[in-house]
Structure formats: C-alpha cells, structure tokens
C-alpha cells in the first residue's frame, strides 16, 4: 500500500493508497459475454480504506463501472481475445494499481447433439466435439435450462426425468478456465400414437399407428433390439421369437433425434409344434455315460431347438442333435427323452427311448514298442495303454512281411517274447490293447527279426550277354512303415558296373538301380557279388531283380532243400503263368522238370544230392522262356568237414 497526500483542505492529511482487487478471474458465459470476478481489497488488506467502486476497462469494450463484483461485460466477439484491466476505487480520488484478466476466444459448439435414446425417466445424448483450437476439459449439460452434469466424453444418460413430459436439452463446451460455448441443443420429437396390430398369420404380425409431426422416420424395435428404420407407419414382423413378443417403434427427426417409444405386448401368432424328433438313439456309452443323437426336426417356421429330459428329470435346452448323459450306473435301464422347440416357444411330441450304459470306448494304443531282447530268443516290450474303465490285456499278433500270420496270443504283461521265429527272417509284429468289454485299440506295429537276423541276403541273378538287370530294395522303419529318404549303397562285383552307387529310398520305401551284362559272351551266373546297404536305423526287409532269381541255399548232408524262383516282367511286376524248366547240375537232382509261376510269380521245386560220397557243390537252372537262370550254388555240408559258407549277403545297420 502506498501513502499519497490529499490537499482538499488546508489541512494536508496522508492516507493509504487502495490495493488492488484480488484473484480476479474471467470466463465467457457464452459466445458475446464474460463475467469477472474478483476479492475485494478490504477483504485481504486491514489498512485499505473501503471501495466505493470498480472500473472495467480494455481495448475493445465500453469502460464499465459497478459497485461491487461480480461484472458482466456484453458485446464480445467469439474469435478474439481481451486483456481487461479491473481498478478499486476509494473515496477521495483514491485508485487501486489495475488487476489483469485474460478472455481467450469461445469455444465452438459440440456438434451433432442427438437424443438416442428416450424412456419416461432418461434420455441418452451423444455428441461430436467442437471444430476449435480451443483445449476443452468438459462438456457441461443442461435440461430444460438447468445444470445436469459436468462430464469429459461425448455422452451422457440423463435420468431422473418426469414422465410424459416434453424436454429439451443443451450441451455447451467448456475450456479450463471455466469459459463455456454457445449451446448446442436437442428437442426430442413427439412419439408415435394409437399403435395397434392390424392383421397376423401363423408367422406375421402387422402393425400401424399415427405419425409424429417433423419427422423423418420411425425406429423399429423387436424384444428390445432395433431390426429397422423405414418412413411407412406400418410394419410386418416375422417369425418372431418367444410365445409373447415386444413391439416398439420411436419417431425419428432430421438431426438424429428419437421419441420415446410407443410400444406392445404381442402374443405370438405361431400355435403349430415342431415335428417330434426323428430317429432318436444310442450313439456310444461307458460304463456311467450315454450319449443319444437323433435326426433333425420340422416345423412350418423353424425349429430353434431341442429339450432334452434326462434320466433325474434335469431338462436341458440345445441346439444340436446329440446329448451325453453322465453319472449313471452300468446294467441299469434309464429313460431319456428329447422334445423339438420353436421360437414361439411350441413343444413337440416326445421321442424317448430306454437306454443302458455300458463301455463302448477302446483303449489307447500302446506306445514305445521296441525290441529289448534278441540275444536269446526275441522279447519286445510297450508302454501300457490307458481305458476309460481299465486295460485288462493286450492281443498280439506275428505276421510275414505279406501279412500271413505266423501266431496270436493274449498276455496281461506289456512283454512279450517269441520262440521258434525262422532265421533270415523279418516280421512284423503287432499289439492291441483290450479292456474288459472286449474293446481293442488301434494296433501298434514294427518290424522285427529274429535273431542274426541282420543282413539283407542279395539274390544272385544269371545273366547272359547284354542283359539288362532292374534292382529294387525295400526298406522299412522300425515300426514296419516304408521308410521315405533311407541312404542305401549299391556294390557289384564280376567286373559289372551299377548304373548308381548311392540313391534314397522313396515315399514307398523303395530304392531302384540297374545295371547290363557286356556283350563278351560271358556266363555271369556264377561270378556276381551284389550288394545293397541300408544306412541308418531303418532295414532292409527284400531285395529282388528283375528276371530269375533264386533263394541261397546252405543244406546238411543228404538232405533234400526247397528252391524257389521267382519270375518278373520288364516292369518288375510277378508274372503269373509262366512255364519253368528245371535241371540240376555237380550232382544236384530236381523233384520236378517243369512248373508253372503262381500269381507272386513264384515256383518252387525240390532240390536233392544224388551222390552220397562226395560233398556236392552245384546249382539249379531254370529256364524261362527260352532263357536259362541259374540259382546260387548250392553246398551241401560233409559230415565230418563241415564247409565254411559264403553267401552273397549285404550287411544291415
């Protein structure tokens, strides 16, 4: 405070000079007016004198003088901002230091007020912000010209509203320092009247009533969800859902704005049931569960669904064709039932049917097979399988390579060892879990072999001069599945050369190679050493060439042995049919001269030693259409000098 003199009289007398007026503040109250106020300075300051009046002034308005806050100043423009000047006056020409308020620019108007939604007691509103520079911290909503709400989005449900009473609405924009828009404002229109059905069909209901004055359009509602707009006053429902049904329709006007709706109560027309279920049945049970299905139902509007009534009375509704009843006790009979439903809540006839749970579900197959003996005799071994009740065993099952079964059996083990295999032999073995109920599994398979079963036994091949051979290897994995992308090594001797030397096996587990006879005039028939080499883990099961071949043979002394050939066409396919002209060669007889191929491509024949004295090593030839084959020699051991075999094998990883 300053002091100043004051020389109205002789008498010279110092005063206190008046503070100015404190935290003023100015917002706009709309687009053209402001209101300032202010803390008068006795208010604050013991030693100011008491104000007799304030003036308002700044460039752009009319100087205002009033006696005490607040100040309405009047005549603003929208898009410019004001510096305002408020100054305490005290008597005695006594003037206050000017206090400075800032009036920014109007926010513009929220866009697009619209009353979405109106009951007797509530109205949504919903709007867009303004198009200002303007930052807006809220928006700030009146009914009937008085204060609702202050909120920061752009919509807003104002409750509490009198019944049948018309209302209108404003939204202005507020800025954080409380200045406020020109409001944006909603007067919902008038709704609809004398709404009444007209006509109904077992699937339609028609509906009329009287339009509303300024409208564009009417809002249709089924069961409370908005299906249309049209501009007719008139409307067609059909196939409604539910035994009654609501009906609602509100008046819409240019800008968006609805009516409080007129609505309806309907009975559904639709008095006609769906046809009772066809083909109601057992699916599958277990020993406490059934699962029922049945066959889809009719109904002159569509069926919605079904109605299951299960055995403790529990009803349940779905939609599709199938139920599982759980908790139930084996042996015992239960009544099941099914009904179809429509939408308007029609019940068919009931299908039902008697049912008694028993297991119906296999177990799972056993895993990890493998081979944890071949030492001795042949012992594979698995995992248990697992059943919904209980694995009471496991079924298996020794077969052949072309699947002729060698032996089956049953053991409650999850082992199983195999006796009396042949040798040089590969089969594929299979298991099958079973439970109580004599449900089996899918089977788990994989090759084995007996033991020393570990060489693939090439077959050698007779040949004349510039005869072309076709060689296929047949590999399969561990389990007896063909195995695609083996590595397989080819090697000849005799001075032949193989077309490959390397290949992989295909999708099939096949491996193809060939190779020609030179044109020298040479018998290769007893000078061949072939060999095919699988890599890896996957064997080798056969090996074949396309002509004459025939199985190695190694006899005791004197003993009569089988010997086999087995014909090919050009395309490596059996050839059924074909004659076979036998002969025997150092000492060896054949039982018969000629035979015919079976439709493996396959014939057999005996071969026998004729002379007791002597250890003969010799072999067969057969002669197949005017070309001579020759099998591997044959070596009949000596009783006393055993001799050490060689036969053209090929070993196996």
């Known amino acids: 405070m300053t002091q100043f003199s004051n020389s109205l009289s002789e008498t010279s007398a110092t005063t206190w000079q008046i503070c100015s007026p404190g935290n003023l503040q100015g917002r706009r109250t709309n687009p053209t007016t402001a209101l300032l106020t202010w803390d008068e300075p006795y208010s604050t300051c013991h030693l100011c004198p008491d104000a007799v009046g304030y003036e308002v002034s700044g460039d752009g308005i009319d100087t205002v003088t009033v006696s005490r806050p607040p100040c309405e100043i009047t005549g603003l423009k929208a898009d410019v901002e004001y510096s305002l000047s408020v100054y305490a006056m005290a008597a005695g020409n006594n003037r206050s230091q000017p206090s400075e308020a800032h009036i920014g620019i109007s926010p513009g108007k929220p866009g697009n007020l619209r009353v979405r939604r109106i009951t007797g007691t509530s109205a949504s509103l919903s709007w867009t912000a303004p198009p200002t520079t303007v930052p807006i911290s809220a928006y700030v909503i009146y009914c009937d010209e008085e204060f609702v709400a202050s909120v920061r989005g752009l919509d807003y449900l104002v409750t509490g509203l009198m019944n049948a009473t018309s209302h ?33 069909t077992p699937s339609s209901v028609t509906f009329t009533w009287d339009g509303a004055n300024g409208v564009t359009g009417y809002e249709i509602s089924v069961n409370d969800t908005v299906v249309d707009t049209i501009v007719q006053t008139s409307f ?67 069926v919605t669904g079904y109605r299951f009534f299960s055995p403790d009375g529990t009803q349940t509704d ?208 007893n000078q061949i050493r072939l060999e095919a080499k699988c890599v890896g883990k996957s064997r080798a099961i056969w090996f074949r060439a396309s002509g004459v071949s025939a199985s190695p043979l190694n006899p005791s002394f004197s003993s009569s042995v089988r010997v086999t050939v087995w014909v090919f066409d ?20 054949v039982q018969y001269t000629e035979s015919i191929t079976d439709s493996t491509g396959a014939a057999g024949n005996a071969a026998f030693n004729n002379n007791a004295n002597i250890a003969p090593m010799g072999k067969v030839s057969a002669k197949v259409e005017g070309r001579t084959y020759y099998s591997q020699t044959i070596k009949w051991r000596e009783k006393t000098h055993p001799i050490e075999i060689s036969q053209w094998e090929a070993p196996v990883n």
């Open 168 to 200: 209108t609405f404003q939204v202005r924009a507020m800025t954080t320092s409380g200045s406020l828009s020109e409001a944006a404002t909603a007067t919902p229109p008038n709704p609809p009247t004398n709404l009444e059905v007209v006509a109904t």
């Open 236 to 302: 067609v429902v059909r196939n409604p859902a539910g035994a009654y049904f609501s009906f609602s329709v509100r008046a819409r006007d240019a800008a968006g704005n609805v009516s409080q709706a007129e609505a309806q109560s309907t009975p559904n027309p639709d008095r006609e049931p769906p046809a009772r279920p066809p083909g109601l049945r057992l699916l599958s049970s277990t020993y406490t569960s059934v699962t029922l299905g049945w066959d889809v139902s009719t109904d002159n509007v569509g």
């Open 318 to 525: 779905i939609q599709t064709t199938s139920y599982t009843v759980t908790g139930l006790q084996p042996g015992v009979v239960y009544y099941c039932a099914v009904r179809a439903y429509d939408a308007a809540g029609n019940l068919s006839d009931v299908s039902s049917l008697d049912v008694s749970p028993g297991d119906r579900q296999a177990p799972t197959i056993p895993t990890n097979l493998r081979v944890i003996d071949d030492v001795t005799w042949l012992t594979v071994a698995w995992d248990p399988s697992e059943d919904n009740i209980g694995v009471k065993g496991y079924a298996v099952r020794v077969s052949t390579l072309s699947d002729d079964e060698v032996l089956s059996d049953t053991t409650d083990q999850t082992r199983y060892t195999m006796k009396d295999l042949l040798k040089n032999m590969g089969y594929i073995f299979s298991v099958r879990a079973f439970d109580v109920t004599g449900n089996l599994s899918e089977p788990a398979r994989r090759l084995v072999t007996n033991p020393f079963f570990l060489r693939l036994i090439s077959t050698q091949v007779g040949l004349n001069p510039n005869d072309r051979v076709g060689l296929t290897l047949n590999v399969q994995d561990e389990y007896g599945f063909p195995a695609s992308g083996a590595d397989v090594e080819w090697q000849i001797g005799g001075g032949l050369t193989l077309d490959e030397t390397s290949g992989k096996t295909d999708a099939s587990g096949y491996c193809l190679n060939s190779f020609t006879a030179p044109a020298d005039g040479l018998d290769y028939a």
């Open 570 to 589: 050009a395309a490596g396919k059996p050839l059924e049919g074909a004659v076979v002209k036998w002969s025997g060669a150092r000492g060896i007889g």
